[in-house]
């Protein structure tokens, strides 16, 4: 049996002071924990460079908008951007969604057309569109997945044609672990004529994504799951894509010009930025970039998955046990989905709570996806680059506990 990861990454536990505590944190699906480089460069701009953006003609404004917009280079570098003007500050994938589902959505959605979905969207793809549908009279229709958690391209084939004219789907699944193949899915897309919008919450923090190489047309992230701070995410937009986009939120710093009756539109990207813009998280988001980047995307992925392989392997010999997802390491990343025979997935995650073991339960935003699989909720474990193997045995040991406690097995 393995225990190591080849891709040996749990020196950089001492980076993040919230572990000092010796809790096993396994929910960074969730939210992550932030790195001291982190905390230190929001704090260091708090204490030296921070001021509102974009229209003090003073020292302080000049430096704070400078750092303000060198997060969004750094972001488009870490994502391929051609353009760094493709890259839109939103509060999260949430807002980012919206953006498009409102912003796109009631610009080029017509009575009958077609959105196209699928049945393991996290809610903040899926509601959006059901109230863009409902708003324009366009048809929400889903891709559902197979026995073995894959998505079921074979039906998304089926269903793309003509009167589809947007393809939402998540980049890896927040309950499944489960990666769609993106690629194709933009290229069948496209040969129709729909674009394409890509959830990238739990992928971009974990995988190497160049946004041209995906082929989507959007893609939206949060930089609280990737070591940076809550209140910011990304938007990624094709710049045509972005110009069939109307702003969606108006106010300050998103015009060019204002009468009484009317306004007209900032440049893309600060159209879609109306209002204060959140400063320090962009500061925060950009040194996470750093960090990860330093680390190296490709190991931070290897490192995952090493850990998934090792979790799923153990948690194969846990009496009673199941896991909702793919048992497979192919097109997976690090997210691990339980429930065990007769006990509840809170009960699971206070009795793991008790052992230090810090995982999620519930139905993770994903309803439609718990009645799929006929369980009311899970308990999710998901891996990053501060955990290591002590985590997997400490989480094992706890569910083992559980199962006893429960007289399971
Ligand atoms: N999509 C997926 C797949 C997610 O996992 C999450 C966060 N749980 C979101 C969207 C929403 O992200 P946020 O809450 O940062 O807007």
Not at 331 to 360: F, K
Request: with cysteine; net charge negative; aromatic share 6%.
């Amino acid at each position: 049996m393995k225990t190591t990861p080849t891709t040996e990454l749990s020196h950089l536990k001492a980076d993040f002071p919230i572990l000092d505590s010796g809790v096993h944190f396994l929910d960074s699906g969730a939210s992550s924990q932030k790195p001291t480089p982190v905390l230190e460069a929001m704090e260091r701009f708090a204490r030296t460079s921070y001021a509102n953006v974009h229209r003090g003609a003073y020292k302080l404004s000049v430096a704070s908008t400078e750092a303000y917009e060198a997060a969004r280079r750094r972001v488009a570098r870490f994502i391929g951007a051609r353009d760094h003007n493709e890259v839109v500050f939103t509060r999260g994938t949430t807002t980012a969604i919206n953006t498009v589902a409102f912003g796109w959505g009631m610009e080029n959605l017509e009575p009958g057309d077609h959105i196209l979905t699928t049945e393991m969207e996290h809610h903040a793809n899926l509601v959006p569109w059901q109230m863009a549908a409902r708003r324009t009279g366009a048809i929400l229709d889903h891709v559902p997945i197979t026995e073995d958690f894959r998505l079921d391209m074979d039906v998304l084939e089926e269903k793309l044609g003509d009167h589809v004219k947007m393809v939402a789907v998540t980049g890896m699944s927040n309950v499944l672990g489960t990666i769609p193949d993106v690629s194709r899915i933009s290229h069948l897309a496209h040969e129709q004529g729909a674009r394409v919008l890509v959830d990238a919450a739990q992928l971009v923090p974990h995988r190497r994504i160049d946004v041209n190489d995906l082929g989507a047309d959007f893609v939206a992230f949060s930089a609280h799951k990737m070591l940076g701070p809550t209140g910011i995410g990304v938007l990624w937009g094709r710049m045509e894509a972005l110009e069939e986009t109307e702003p969606f939120e108006g106010g300050g710093e998103m015009i060019a010009d204002v009468t009484l009756q009317s306004a007209t539109w900032a440049e893309i990207p600060h159209r879609f930025e109306a209002g204060t813009p959140p400063i320090i998280e962009a500061v925060g988001l950009h040194a996470a970039i750093d960090y990860l980047d330093a680390i190296g995307m490709e190991n931070v992925f290897a490192h995952d998955l090493e850990l998934t392989g090792i979790a799923l392997e153990r948690l194969g010999d846990v009496p009673g046990l199941q896991i909702q997802g793919p048992l497979s390491l192919e097109d997976r990343g690090g997210v691990v989905s339980m429930t065990m025979d007769g006990i509840h997935a809170h009960d699971l995650a206070t009795i793991l709570d008790e052992n230090d073991v810090a995982v999620r339960a519930g139905h993770h935003c994903a309803k439609p996806l718990m009645r799929c699989l006929g369980v009311a909720a899970t308990a999710r474990a998901s891996f990053y680059v501060y955990n290591d193997v002590s985590d997997i045995d400490a989480l094992v040991k706890g569910l083992r506990r559980a199962g006893e406690l429960f007289g399971v097995g």
